[in-house]
């Protein structure tokens, strides 16, 4: 499992390792990401079945444990149980005719720890659970923000250093984005130098490195 501490190029991340699995037709991708404005992209239902939904399309085979849970949820029209969906991502990964599953959760940290149920404990449960898998060909990317309750529960995990992005760097270069936009516009540029400097610090430090 790796993690990056930011909701980092989701298109490039995921472009990339489509080229990969379309030159290998034993590799499969599948990938989540957790909107905060949409509530029904933020469940860890919702999330595992968008997974399994994918993986059903690059496999050449569908585990029996898949058609077993649909009877069970009387053909569909019940919401399967977590531990259920756990199961069936683990049935993929024991299919002879898939080398490698890649998975990538975009923004974990949007899905919600609040409410009657924290649903992102569960989620990260059920990571903890697909990543014991006993010699798994899953490969797991989470993008997210730093929140501790996340690392708490992946780092001790990771088979690969964890990588930030949020740092004095990409925070320069959004300033100076920031004040080429500021100057080039004629609108913006109209402003008076206070009014643009509280603009720039405001869009900087609300930015957070990103």
Request: glycine residues 4%; charged residues 25%.
């Amino acid at each position: 499992m790796r993690i990056i501490d930011l909701n980092a190029d989701r298109s490039t991340i995921i472009e990339n390792l489509k080229t990969n699995c379309g030159n290998e037709t034993r590799h499969v991708l599948a990938y989540f990401y957790f909107e905060f404005n949409d509530a029904n992209k933020q469940s860890p239902q919702k999330c595992l079945s968008s997974l399994i939904s994918q993986l059903c399309i690059g496999s050449e085979e569908i585990p029996a444990q898949l058609e077993m849970l649909y009877e069970k949820c009387g053909n569909g029209r019940y919401p399967p149980p977590v531990r259920d969906l756990i199961s069936v991502i683990n049935a993929f990964a024991t299919l002879e005719k898939i080398d490698d599953i890649y998975i990538v959760l975009d923004a974990l940290d949007e899905c919600p720890k609040t409410g009657p149920e924290d649903q992102r404990a569960e989620l990260l449960g059920a990571l903890a659970v697909i990543q014991h898998i006993p010699h798994s060909n899953i490969h797991l990317l989470v993008t997210s923000r730093q929140e501790i309750d996340i690392e708490r529960s992946i780092l001790p995990h990771l088979t690969v250093p964890s990588l930030s992005i949020q740092d004095a760097g990409v925070t320069a270069d959004i300033r100076k984005y920031i004040k080429s936009q500021l100057i080039s516009d004629p609108k913006l540029n109209s402003w008076s130098e206070d009014v643009k400097y509280n603009i720039e610090h405001a869009l900087t430090e609300g930015a957070s490195g990103m």
